[in-house]
C-alpha cells in the first residue's frame, strides 16, 4: 500500500475523500505528482497536495461533485488546471500541461496502470505521459529534469518509446535534451534508452543541421517557462509559440504577452 509518510491525517483524509468522489462519480481520475513517482521509481518526496489528472471534458463534473461534498472549489486557470479545497489541504485536478501541449485525453486513462494509493485502488498516470508533461517545466523556480531522469532510470527499458515520440512530435528536441542530460547524469544506465531512439533523435539533429534557420522571429522557450522569455516576446517582438502550437490559446493571464506597437 502507498499511503504518504505524512504526519497530519486529516490531509490523507482529504486527499483521499477527493480521490474517493471522483472515482465514484466515474470520472476516471489518475494520480499524478509525487504519488506516481513514488509508484514508478520508488521515490517518495514529501508533498501538500494531491495531483489528480483528469480529461478536460470531466472537470465540470468533478468539481460540481467535490462542492456537493463540502469541498471549496476554482477553476484556477481555464487552460490547465483547477483546485479543490478542504480546509487547509487541496487537491489539484490538471487536465494539461501549463503550456497547453500534455493535454489529458482516453489514452492517458486507457494506459494507465492501478496501484494502492491512500488505501484505494487508483489509476496512476502512465510514466510516458509523466515524462511529457514534465519535459516543459523549464521554470527558474522549477525544474522537472531530475523527475524524468528517474523516471528513465527505473522504467526506460520498459517504456513504449514510439509512443512517447508519437507523445513528443514536433517538440521532438525537447526530449532529445533531456535523454542526453540523462546520460549525463547515470552514465551506468545507458541502455534505459534504446540505442534506435537516440540514433533517430541524434538524427533529425543532423538533418535540421542542413535546413536553412527560420524566417519567422518565433519564441519557443515560452513552452518551457512562463515567465523567462518576456523580454523577447514583449520587447524585442518575438512571437509566442503557444499562439501556434497550443490548441486554443487564449494568453497568459499571469504572464502576459504584449509586442511592441505595431506588431
Excluded at 468522489?21 to 505528482?33: A, R, V
Excluded at 507523445?167 to 534508452?193: C, I, S, Y
Excluded at 522569455?229 to 512571437?239: I, M, Q
Aim: with cysteine; aromatic share 10%.
Amino acid at each position: 500500500m502507498l499511503l504518504a509518510p505524512v504526519d497530519d491525517v486529516r490531509e490523507l483524509a482529504a486527499h483521499s475523500r477527493a480521490l474517493a468522489i471522483l472515482q465514484e462519480e466515474g470520472l476516471d481520475p489518475m494520480i499524478g505528482g509525487a504519488y506516481a513517482l513514488r509508484v514508478h521509481t520508488g521515490i517518495w518526496r514529501d508533498t501538500k497536495d494531491l495531483d489528480l489528472f483528469i480529461r478536460k471534458d470531466v472537470v465540470d463534473s468533478a468539481l460540481k461533485a467535490l462542492r456537493r461534498a463540502g469541498y471549496r472549489t476554482e477553476f484556477t486557470d481555464p487552460y490547465w488546471i483547477a483546485k479543490a479545497y478542504s480546509d487547509p489541504y487541496f487537491v489539484d485536478l490538471i487536465f494539461s500541461s501549463g503550456n497547453g501541449i500534455a493535454i489529458v485525453d482516453e489514452l492517458w486513462v486507457r494506459r494507465a496502470g492501478v496501484a494502492r494509493v491512500l488505501d484505494r485502488d487508483a489509476l496512476v498516470v502512465p510514466p510516458e505521459e509523466m515524462i511529457w508533461s514534465k519535459a516543459f517545466i523549464q521554470e527558474r523556480e522549477r525544474f522537472d529534469g531530475a523527475d524524468i531522469h528517474h523516471l528513465l532510470r527505473c522504467q526506460g527499458a520498459r517504456l513504449d518509446w514510439k509512443h512517447l515520440l508519437m507523445r513528443f512530435e514536433q517538440h521532438w528536441e525537447v526530449l532529445f535534451a533531456h535523454l542526453v542530460t540523462f546520460r549525463f547524469a547515470f552514465p551506468g544506465e545507458k541502455d534505459q534508452v534504446p540505442a534506435w531512439v537516440m540514433r533517430d533523435l541524434a538524427g533529425r539533429v543532423e538533418e535540421a543541421e542542413g535546413e536553412p534557420a527560420r524566417a519567422d522571429r518565433i519564441c519557443r522557450g515560452t513552452l518551457l517557462s512562463r515567465q523567462q522569455y518576456l523580454h523577447e516576446t514583449n520587447v524585442e517582438g518575438y512571437r509566442d509559440a503557444r499562439e501556434k502550437e497550443s490548441p486554443g490559446w487564449t494568453g497568459d493571464r499571469a504572464f502576459p504577452v504584449s509586442y511592441p506597437s505595431g506588431e
